[in-house]
């Protein structure tokens, strides 16, 4: 099957990406980038290969592989413009998450919504991590004006991660973990039909991160033909989840 994947041109998240493609790719199915010029070669966030501050908060040993073998690819460098995507070409949609400056171009861009907006509309199988989940959230039903999101169970990068990564590193780093003033959580539950029923925070967790053998840590919450994800830490099990999706 295909799967379309939608990043900026830069500083997307290196779990978030790398993973679900190796395991859709090992799976038998095709993953196709877009970014909002096609041609466009794409890079993720590069301090997530290096640590963020003193080699800590990147991505862990395995993903990195994962996007090494990712960026010598043919589809990474075969990308397909927002504009020009016909939705019903794709069998599944993935919409990673990333908090650093360049992921506004994706996370903004109105031409993206629309286009998910009209995948959505195919009820196939559709995928957001993180602040990935501000993509469908902004997205507005045509029929309705309501947010993609208004009537589904969702979760998110939740607050408590967002403002403690923020706390840690802004003496240094400044405001590279906020990459709007609202929190992700916030405007995620704001675009919600009675919030405190459908949002999910998860199990509390701050550095235990889920494997490719070990899912206790992660979490993930399907409704229907949608799957989300709260970070990084369930890349294996969002992954894992998003092929049984594709597949059944």
Known sequence: ????????????????????????????????????????????????LTGVLFGQLGAEEEPSRCYEELTRSAEFTATVGWSELTPGAYDGLILPGGHAPGMRQYLGSEVLQQQVGRFWALERPVGAICHGVLVPARAREASTGRSLLADRRTTCLPK?????????????????????????????RAALEGPDARFERGPRVLAKRGTATDDSAAFVVQDGHYLSARWPGDAYLFGRRFCALLEA
């Open 1 to 48: 099957m295909r799967v379309l994947m939608p990043v900026p041109d830069r500083d997307f998240d290196v779990t978030e990406v790398a993973v679900p493609w190796r395991l859709l790719t090992d799976a038998g199915h095709q993953v196709v980038f877009a970014t909002e010029r096609a041609g466009t070669r794409p890079a993720c966030d590069p301090r997530l």
């Open 160 to 188: 408590y991660m967002e403002r403690s990564a923020y706390l840690a590193t802004a003496w240094r780093l400044g405001r590279y973990y906020r990459t709007y003033p609202a929190y992700v959580e916030d405007e995620v």
